[in-house]
């Protein structure tokens, strides 16, 4: 009766996967992203985007499990606040205002990446990361990484993708 479905379970897995891939401290180190709430929240945005797009292609079975992670992902964020301090009241205005800004970078973010728009892609992250007019070198790199990682996770078998995905390698971006 109180039994997780799979569907639930991977999305779960694949969250966690998400998660630790946006941590990694090249993003941070390396790559010019500020180590802020808001700048993880959009490396969270754009690993869970890239994921769903993967499990999108799989038909019904793919369908489930990202709405899944998408709802988890959700949970997450509405955690988070909890545990930032944010009171009872005002965790349902900071989730509308987190959610418009979520569905708002997951589109132009899928749109780019759907488009093949690694220049479009760049001035998104730049002035949602970095609140740069322009696309910086960094998030020309960031764009980068996201096309080979979207190219990976498209060149995996959805069952590989659900256990443990295999991300491209970010790189330093050119001086």
């Given at each position: 009766m109180f039994k997780t479905r799979p569907s639930r379970q991977a999305a779960e897995q694949l969250y966690a996967a998400c998660a630790a891939q946006a941590r990694r401290p090249v993003f941070y180190?390396?790559?010019?992203?500020?180590?802020?709430i808001d700048a993880r929240f959009e490396l969270y945005t754009l690993h869970v985007l890239l994921v769903l797009l993967r499990l999108r292609e799989e038909g019904q079975k793919g369908a489930d499990t990202a709405q899944d992670l998408f709802d988890t992902y959700v949970?997450?964020?509405?955690?988070?606040?909890?545990?930032?301090?944010?009171?009872?009241?005002?965790v349902g205005k900071k989730m509308r205002r987190l959610g418009e800004a979520m569905y708002g970078r997951m589109s132009a973010y899928?749109?780019?990446?759907?488009?093949?728009?690694?220049?479009?892609?760049?001035?998104?992250?730049?002035?949602?990361?970095?609140?740069?007019?322009?696309?910086?070198?960094?998030?020309?790199?960031?764009?980068?990484?996201?096309?080979?990682?979207?190219?990976?996770?498209?060149?995996q078998p959805f069952e590989n993708v659900l256990a443990a995905p295999a991300w491209a390698e970010p790189m330093q971006a050119a001086a």
């Open positions: 180190t390396h790559m010019g992203v500020p180590d802020r949970s997450a964020l509405d955690n988070t606040l909890r545990e930032l301090g944010v009171g009872d009241v005002a899928e749109k780019a990446i759907l488009a093949g728009d690694e220049d479009t892609l760049a001035t998104a992250l730049g002035r949602n990361i970095l609140e740069a007019d322009e696309a910086t070198p960094e998030m020309r790199a960031m764009a980068a990484y996201a096309m080979r990682t979207r190219a990976s996770l498209a060149d």
